[in-house]
C-alpha cells in the first residue's frame, strides 16, 4: 500500500504540470480515451485519470479487483489518477466505476488485451477505404474484438488536457472515442493500423485495442516533447531547417494534441510510418531525431523497451541521396535499439512515383511478423528483411554478404538492378564516382557486384536512390538498401532505364512544334529554357513534340497512333495531376527519367518525367491532359506529326 501511494503521488505531479490555457473541467470528468468500450493493456498498470473538484475524493473500483475501491484525492486543480493491476487478456467484457462525491461515472464494455499505437504522416493516416486490398473488409463481419480510437488530424500550440475534438472537412466536429470496430469509423482509420491489429487479434487470439494517431505531411519534430527539442542542439537546428508553410515553427505541435494527452495509457507498442516530410528538410540529422522520439516516448509512456517498429519509405521521386539517407537514417535507429524493428518497403510501388501505395496489407503483415517474433516470442518466420552485412574487394569485382538469411537469396528477374558499383573519383578526393553495376547471386548466398568500365572499385551502394530492388530472402523480404561508403557528397547512380522502344507513332494535335531530344534543344517554343545535360540518356534522339507554356489553361493533348508493339512515351512535369491519371489508365511514370531544362542564366528548373503506356499495332492512345506546369511532350523515335484543324 505504502508502494501505491508513492506511485500515486509521482503520477499525480506529472499531472500536475500545466499544459496550456484551457479551461480546466469542472466536476468529474474523464478523457476521452478512458471511455465505455476502451481496451486495457493486460499484465501492467494500466492509468484511470480525469478531473473532479478540487481536493475531491475519488475511488475507482474494477469488476476484476476485489476488495474496497481505490482512492486517491484531487489535487488543487482538480487532476488526479489512479494505477489499476490489470489481469490477462480475456473476451470477457468488464465494468469500471468512478466516483468523486455525488457524480459518478460507470464504463460499460470493457476489454483486457494489447494496446497499440499507430503514429505517423500520411502513410500511416491512409485509410482502409482508400486501399486496393484492405477496403473489402468493410463489406463483411466486424471483428467486435479489435477497438478503434482515432485522434483525427489535430495539432495544438500546446499540450491538451484532452485530444482537441476536430474538424473532419465537412463542417462535422467529431470528438474522439474509443469504438467497438464497425464499418463506418474503421472506413477512415489506419489501413496499416488496422491490417497489422487485425493479423495480432488473430494470432494471439485476444482483445486489440488500436490508437490511430497519424497526420499527413508532418515532420519527425512535430512529434517531440518541447522540453526534449530544447535539450537538444542538433533537433533545434534541425526544427530551424523546416520551411513548411504549414509546419514551419510549429515544432511539438503533433505531440502536444496527439501524445501528450495520452500518455498515461498503458499500451503494448508502437507502429511508425513516417519520414517523407523530413526528406527535405533534415535527411542527415532524422536518424538523431528518430532515436530521441523512441527514447522519449518510451520515457513517456513508462515503458524502457516499448517495442518500436519503424516502416522504411517507399522508393518516390526523390531527388540526389535524400531518400537514401532517411531510408538509411531509420534502418540506423532500427539497429542501434532494442526492440525496434526496420520493415522495407522497396517492393511495395504499385503505381510508380506515388508516394503513396494504395496496397498496405503487406506492410501490415510484416509489422505483424516483427511483433509477433520480438514482442511476443512467437515462431515466425524470419521477420527480418536480409541486409548489408560485409564487403570485400576481389579484383575488379566486390563481394557482398549479409545477415537475416534463414535459408537463401532470391532474384526477381534474371537481370538483377539496383547495385552500382564505385571507385575513386580522379577529379576529386573527396568523391566516389559511382556506375550501374551488374551483380550475381553465388551459391554460398554471397553477392558479387562488378561493372566492366570500373577497374579498381571501392564501394557499393545497392538501391541507394529510388530504385525498388529485385533482390529477397527466398522467404519473400526485400534485401534492405545500403551503401557500403559513408560519402555524402558522392552521388549514387540513377536507376537503370529499360531500352525504350523505337516503334513509330503518328501523333494528331494542334500547336506543337516538332523537334529533338538532346542537350541544347527548346523545351517550349514560347519560353527561352533548353534541355540540360540532366535527362535519360536512353532516349535521347527521340523525337519530341514540344507546346507553348500557358498558365491556367489545360494542355492542348492529342492521339497517338502506334504503328508497333511496344511503349509510346510523353515527357510530363505536373506530377500530382498526373497521379490522377496513373490510377484511371495504363500510364505510369518512369522515376529514373528525370529531366531538367536550363535558362539563359544556367539555372537548372524542372525535374520532368517520361512515362510510358503499352501498346499493340494500331492502338490509338490518348495524350494525357493537365493543368498547364511546362506542358505535356510527345516523345518517339519517329514520330508523324499530323495538326488537326480547331
Not at 337 to 348: F, P, R, S
Not at 482 to 504: G, L, W
Not at 610 to 624: M, Q, R, S
Amino acid at each position: 500500500m505504502k508502494f501505491l501511494k508513492t506511485f500515486v503521488a509521482a503520477i499525480l505531479t506529472l499531472a500536475a504540470i500545466c499544459v496550456s490555457a484551457q479551461n480546466t473541467p469542472q466536476g468529474l470528468t474523464l478523457p476521452s480515451v478512458v471511455s465505455d468500450n476502451m481496451v486495457l493493456q493486460q499484465n501492467a498498470t494500466a492509468n484511470i485519470w480525469g478531473w473532479a473538484k478540487p481536493k475531491a475524493k475519488v475511488s475507482v473500483s474494477a469488476d476484476w479487483l476485489t476488495g474496497k475501491p481505490i482512492m486517491v484525492k484531487a489535487d488543487s486543480e482538480g487532476k488526479w489518477i489512479v494505477p489499476l493491476q490489470t489481469p490477462a487478456a480475456s473476451f470477457d467484457p468488464h465494468t469500471l466505476t468512478i466516483t468523486a462525491g455525488k457524480e459518478k461515472r460507470t464504463l460499460q464494455n470493457v476489454l483486457i488485451g494489447d494496446v497499440w499505437l499507430c503514429a505517423g504522416q500520411s502513410n500511416m493516416e491512409f485509410k482502409v477505404k482508400q486501399t486496393t486490398d484492405l477496403k473489402g473488409v468493410l463489406k463483411g463481419e466486424m471483428n467486435q474484438n479489435i477497438r478503434l480510437f482515432n485522434t483525427g488530424r489535430i495539432s495544438a500550440e500546446a499540450p491538451q488536457n484532452d485530444v482537441p475534438t476536430h474538424n473532419d472537412g465537412k463542417g462535422n466536429y467529431n470528438t474522439p472515442n474509443w469504438v467497438v470496430c464497425n464499418a463506418e469509423d474503421l472506413a477512415v482509420f489506419s489501413a496499416v493500423g488496422y491490417g497489422f491489429g487485425s493479423e495480432l487479434q488473430k494470432e494471439l487470439n485476444i482483445p486489440i485495442g488500436l490508437i490511430d494517431a497519424s497526420f499527413g505531411g508532418t515532420f519527425v519534430e512535430g512529434w517531440l516533447k518541447k522540453e526534449v527539442i530544447d535539450a537538444d542542439a542538433k533537433i533545434v537546428n534541425d526544427c530551424a531547417k523546416i520551411k513548411h508553410k504549414v509546419w514551419k515553427g510549429k515544432p511539438s505541435h503533433l505531440y502536444n494534441a496527439n501524445i501528450y494527452p495520452i500518455r498515461h495509457t498503458a499500451i503494448a507498442g508502437v507502429i511508425w510510418y513516417q519520414g517523407c516530410a523530413n526528406v527535405g528538410s533534415s535527411p542527415r540529422g532524422y536518424a538523431h531525431s528518430l532515436e530521441v522520439l523512441v527514447n522519449s516516448w518510451r520515457e513517456e509512456f513508462r515503458s524502457p523497451e516499448m517495442p518500436f517498429y519503424i516502416v522504411q519509405l517507399v522508393p518516390y521521386l526523390y531527388g540526389g541521396i535524400k531518400g537514401a539517407q532517411v531510408r538509411e537514417a531509420q534502418q540506423k535507429v532500427a539497429d542501434r535499439l532494442d526492440h525496434c524493428e526496420i520493415v522495407v518497403t522497396l517492393d511495395q510501388v504499385d503505381i510508380p512515383g506515388d508516394i503513396h501505395p494504395r496496397n498496405k496489407a503487406v506492410v501490415a503483415h510484416r509489422l505483424a511478423q516483427c511483433a509477433l517474433g520480438d514482442y511476443y516470442g512467437k515462431s515466425v518466420p524470419e521477420y527480418r528483411s536480409p541486409a548489408y552485412k560485409s564487403m570485400s574487394v576481389e579484383g575488379d569485382k566486390i563481394r557482398i554478404r549479409v545477415k537475416n538469411l534463414p535459408t537463401s537469396l532470391v532474384a526477381k528477374d534474371s537481370r538483377i538492378d539496383g547495385f552500382q558499383i564505385g571507385e575513386a573519383d580522379p577529379t576529386n578526393e573527396k568523391r566516389i564516382k559511382f556506375t550501374l553495376a551488374e551483380a550475381s547471386i553465388e551459391p554460398d548466398n554471397s553477392i558479387l557486384v562488378w561493372a566492366s568500365d570500373v577497374k579498381s572499385p571501392v564501394a557499393v551502394r545497392y538501391c541507394f536512390n529510388e530504385a525498388e530492388g529485385e533482390v529477397f530472402s527466398a522467404e519473400g523480404l526485400p534485401l534492405a538498401p545500403f551503401r557500403t561508403d559513408k560519402s555524402n557528397v558522392s552521388q549514387s547512380a540513377r536507376p537503370v532505364v529499360e531500352q525504350p522502344s523505337d516503334i513509330e507513332i503518328t501523333f494528331e494535335g494542334k500547336g506543337y512544334t516538332l523537334g529533338k531530344f538532346a542537350e541544347g534543344e527548346h523545351m517550349w517554343p514560347n519560353l527561352r529554357q533548353k534541355l540540360s545535360d540532366e535527362y535519360p540518356k536512353e532516349f535521347e534522339g527521340f523525337q519530341m513534340l514540344t507546346a507553348p507554356s500557358v498558365k491556367k489553361v489545360k494542355t492542348a493533348g492529342g492521339k497517338i497512333t502506334a504503328h508497333a508493339d511496344g511503349y509510346v512515351y510523353c515527357l510530363i512535369r505536373n506530377t500530382r495531376d498526373f497521379q490522377k491519371i496513373e490510377y484511371k489508365s495504363k500510364w505510369r511514370l518512369i522515376p529514373a527519367t528525370y529531366t531538367k531544362a536550363i535558362t539563359p542564366e544556367a539555372k537548372k528548373i524542372g525535374a520532368q518525367y517520361i512515362a510510358y503506356h503499352p501498346v499493340k499495332a494500331g492502338d490509338v492512345v490518348e495524350l494525357p491532359r493537365v493543368k498547364d506546369h511546362y506542358s505535356v511532350f510527345v516523345l518517339a523515335k519517329k514520330i508523324n506529326y499530323v495538326e488537326v484543324a480547331e
